[in-house]
């Protein structure tokens, strides 16, 4: 990602030639475009994979082959081309910059609405530091805390080779590769991504980020999370950045999965921001993302996210409450501009006995976009008393943008208890002059509302985090309503 | 040989007798429909509207799908599903066919009578060439194929300015065998006039009937219309009602569903609002035991500004039963300062009930009040124990408060007899007296 990381990334990838003897390979080359049984053997190869994983990624490899995209979601896009895409590439070392006065006057002022420290933004920009920032012990401390609670955090290929059989015991088991068209994909081709574990009993004393996982640079175009919390344990995730992404791959297809086991807690956050194309629609990232969690009994699963980046959105956080008394939560902001599309909820399977979900959903569009909130609360036969609440609030700005939503309700206990709540308004003009009249001007005012209408999801976040996503909000409607 | 094969056959064999010729400018729409039902067949579980909802068991059985002989009914034994003790206009068919005996239509001054004679007659050409199967083109194979067999059903015209002065009531009989059968309602209502009218598909002996009903209502500038359908079918019989209304400017509709029996009831209920101010209501209550299954599927195109539209589904499930919902609000660019609601209740009593439901919002306007609510649970147990604390035996505060949850659909109907009707009908369901 930038100049210093990376350096440390070289650093450390040089270490690792020497237990593995493959990283110096790695950063010759990219892969010839194109998918078929030789690239994903390949892949593996590249990786030092083991047998299994090899066998594991070929089998996703066929069920693929003979599915269809799928179409249902209401979302417009032109199909990407499978075979031209480069599933391999080295990291590719940035160019690098001398000062911040070379780095794109909009991606700074950016970075300053955000509030994000010289250092921060040069280190974003890829700018080479002349003050020293103390990263790379903060990154050891935290390394250090880490290992000493026994928590396994580290990419997935680590993961591969050092503990082959949790990865082996959990990989895809939440997610299998039959799930979906692009879970199939993912689970074929996927190279980078992180692996955490929490032992029994363990409470996690810092939020796990991917922005601390220096050791392996950027975000993937197709990523892989396998996350475990063990029995009492207790985790809180964060993936993604406030900062705006220049992503160059068009297709991203992440697979996440959450393994929550009795009586643990895991709480998984995102924002989301990646290029969602300028303002005629032209370009931007097609997000579509599979993300799913298990509870076993007493646990719990809570999901946040705070969309505001892509172009096309495709992603439904779920939770299988599996276990009695388990709880699911989802909650999430997603806001559309100019001409983004996102399909974007929740499922939620009770299965399990006196299983509670709560699902919060807000959705902004403004500009030419289309917003819609999609989600399933399935409650079984067996799951007595499980209860469910479900609010999803649309604001529109513009007459132009949409927001639909498809909620589907399906009971089958009469224990159950279930409600759904819907709303669909816009900015009352009546506010926007009542903040006018004490000198708030319009875009502040808007952003003002907007922040009302969000907060019971952004509370969700955390700290630093919340405030990071509330100026994105912002900055993402800027200029919206005229 | 399966129902798609013989209703083939039976298609070309009323065409070959000329059955199906009794008018030339419907001719070429029966032939059309008959194409497209043949090209897609009968929906089947892949198709999203059809998820939830299997048809697969009604249509492998053995029907009777060409029907012309009255079979005899006598009065006596049907009296009990009129409404009696108000005057009423009626048209009653049986078997498809209809029966002039049980009937009391009209051409004074309003239309009451046969879709069939309506066809024949020069006289109403331009009302059928301006709106038979305008608004009944959902894309469903199901009402192509009962525009494609449009042989009997209801003829209503209300010209303008009249408020017509006793009750319309349509009835569908049918006994003697499984019966396919496809009745298919027109009504117009036009400007400024008031109509009540009540529908009802009804087997009076033990067969397995199957109906595919379409109706059509148009409703002109400041027209009321009162559509009140009342499903108490037999256990046997399967029921697939589409009801397509359309709506000018400041005209108010109401459709009003009770489904109380049947074996599978399925309503596709479409509203398209054409002119502006004007207000649509869609209110359905569904109170089933056994195995019964309801499918409620509405939807209400906004296509124009400053348009209202309320709904209201309820619903009680007992035993197995099996309640299906999804209701559509689409508002149309164009339909800013449009307020639509929809919301949609359900009790699950039965340990094997289960409930789907789906209330969906398409918003494409930003000046809009939309909001829909749809909660599932059961009795309140306070109040229950509060009314047997008070010496209300359990079983009666059990049904007092389900005919409560009702009583939010049951005061929208504005027809007092009918209303008396359907309270006596729950009480019926509900196995106790309710003495008011």
């Known amino acids: 990602m930038s100049k210093y990381t990376e350096e440390d990334l070289k650093k450390e990838l040089e270490n690792q030639e020497y237990e593995y003897g493959f990283y110096s390979d790695l950063n010759a080359e990219t892969f010839p475009k194109g998918l078929n049984e030789e690239v994903i053997i390949a892949i593996s190869k590249k990786k030092n994979e083991p047998q299994w994983m090899t066998e594991w990624r070929l089998d996703a490899y066929r069920i693929w082959k003979n599915m269809e995209e799928p179409d249902w979601a209401n979302v417009n896009y032109p199909k990407p081309d499978f075979q031209a895409i480069s599933y391999y590439s080295a990291p590719k070392p940035k160019k690098q910059l001398d000062s911040l006065d070379e780095v794109d006057d909009e991606l700074l002022k950016m970075y300053e609405k955000l509030g994000i420290s010289i250092n921060e933004q040069k280190r974003l920009a890829g700018v080479a530091m002349d003050i020293v920032v103390d990263s790379v012990s903060v990154a050891t401390t935290f390394k250090k805390t880490l290992a000493e609670k026994g928590i396994l955090f580290m990419p997935i290929s680590e993961a591969i080779q050092k503990h082959p059989d949790l990865v082996k015991k959990y990989l895809g088991t939440i997610v299998p590769k039959t799930d979906n068209f692009y879970a199939a994909l993912n689970s074929a081709v996927f190279t980078d991504g992180s692996f955490c574990y929490i032992p029994k009993g363990v409470k996690c004393p810092m939020e796990l980020s991917t922005y601390f996982r220096i050791n392996e640079g950027g975000t993937g175009q197709f990523e892989r999370t396998l996350l475990i919390a063990d029995k009492g344990s207790y985790v809180s995730y964060l993936e993604g950045c406030t900062a705006p992404q220049r992503d160059e791959n068009q297709l991203h297809a992440a697979v996440v999965e959450l393994i929550a086991l009795d009586d643990a807690e895991i709480k998984y956050s995102t924002v989301q921001n990646w290029y969602p194309g300028d303002k005629n629609g032209k370009g931007g990232v097609f997000n579509f993302v599979t993300k799913r969690g298990l509870c076993e009994t007493n646990a719990k699963i809570s999901w946040t996210q705070v969309e505001t980046g892509s172009a096309v959105t495709w992603k439904y956080p779920s939770c299988i409450l599996k276990g009695d008394n388990s709880v699911g939560e989802f909650y999430s902001i997603a806001v559309t501009n100019n001409y983004q599309q996102a399909d974007t909820g929740t499922k939620m399977i009770h299965l399990g006995k006196n299983t509670k979900s709560t699902i919060i959903s807000k959705g902004v569009s403004a500009g030419k976009s289309q917003n819609s909130y999609r989600g399933l609360v399935q409650v079984h036969n067996k799951a007595e008393n499980a209860r469910n609440f479900s609010q999803c609030d649309s604001l529109l700005m513009g007459d132009k943008c949409g927001a639909h939503t498809f909620p589907y309700i399906e009971c089958k206990n009469n224990t159950a208890q279930i409600e759904h709540e819907a709303t669909t308004s816009k900015i009352g003009e009546d506010q926007i002059f009542y903040c006018n009249q004490r000198g708030i001007d319009t875009d502040k005012a808007i952003a003002l509302i907007v922040n009302g209408f969000s907060k019971e999801v952004l509370n969700k976040l955390p700290m630093e985090f919340a405030v990071e996503a509330r100026k994105l909000l912002e900055i993402s409607l800027e200029g919206s309503v005229g | ?436």
């Open chain 2, 1 to 436: 040989m399966n129902l798609k094969d013989k209703l083939t056959t039976g298609f070309f064999e009323l065409e070959n007798k000329g059955e199906l010729h009794i008018d030339d400018s419907i001719h070429p729409i029966r032939t059309k429909a008959f194409e497209a039902f043949e090209n897609k067949g009968f929906p089947t579980k892949k198709e999203e509207e059809w998820k939830y909802t299997p048809l697969k068991a009604i249509i492998n059985k053995d029907y009777e799908i060409t029907n012309s002989y009255e079979a005899a009914v006598e009065l006596n034994d049907v009296k009990k599903y009129f409404i009696q003790d108000v005057d009423t206009y009626k048209i009653v068919f049986i078997n498809g066919v209809y029966s002039s005996f049980l009937s009391e239509t009209t051409h004074s001054g309003i239309d009451v009578c046969l879709l069939s004679s309506a066809i024949k007659k020069p006289k109403y050409k331009l009302i059928l060439d301006h709106y038979f199967n305008k608004i009944a083109k959902n894309n469903e194979s199901l009402t192509h194929l009962n525009t494609a067999f449009t042989q009997q059903g209801a003829f209503i015209h209300i010209p303008k300015n009249t408020v017509v002065s006793k009750p319309i009531q349509i009835i569908y009989f049918s006994l003697n065998g499984n019966q396919f059968l496809q009745p298919r309602n027109l009504v117009v209502v036009d400007e400024n006039s008031h109509v009540q009218i009540l529908e009802r598909h009804q087997t009076i002996d033990d067969s397995s009937n199957f109906t595919n009903s379409v109706t059509e209502i148009f409703a002109a500038k400041r027209a009321i219309v009162d559509y009140n359908k009342i499903q108490n079918d037999t256990e046997k019989a399967s029921l697939i009602d589409q009801t397509f209304v359309q709506q000018k400017d400041n005209s108010i509709v109401s459709v009003n569903t009770f489904s109380f029996g049947g074996k599978f009831t399925r309503n596709n209920l479409e509203f398209y609002q054409e002119g502006e101010r004007l207000e649509s209501n869609l209110n359905g209550f569904s109170l089933l035991g056994n195995k019964q299954y309801v499918d409620n599927h509405t939807v209400v195109y906004h296509n124009q500004p400053n348009c209202e539209s309320h709904e209201l589904y309820k619903g009680i499930y007992a035993d197995k039963a099996t309640g299906v919902f999804n209701g559509k609000v689409i508002v149309h660019q164009k339909a800013q300062l449009t307020n639509a609601f929809q919301q949609n209740n359900s009790i699950l009593i039965g340990d094997k009930s289960t409930i789907y439901a789906k209330p969906q919002l398409e918003i494409f306007a930003d000046d809009v009040k939309c909001s829909h609510g749809c909660t599932i649970g059961q009795l309140d147990e306070t109040a229950l124990f509060y009314m047997q604390q008070r010496g209300i035996p359990k079983k009666e505060a059990h049904a007092l408060l389900l005919y409560a949850f009702g009583n939010d659909v049951i005061e929208k109907i504005k027809f007092p007899k009918l209303k008396e009707r359907i309270t006596k009908l729950m009480a019926k369901k509900l196995g106790v007296e309710l003495g008011f």
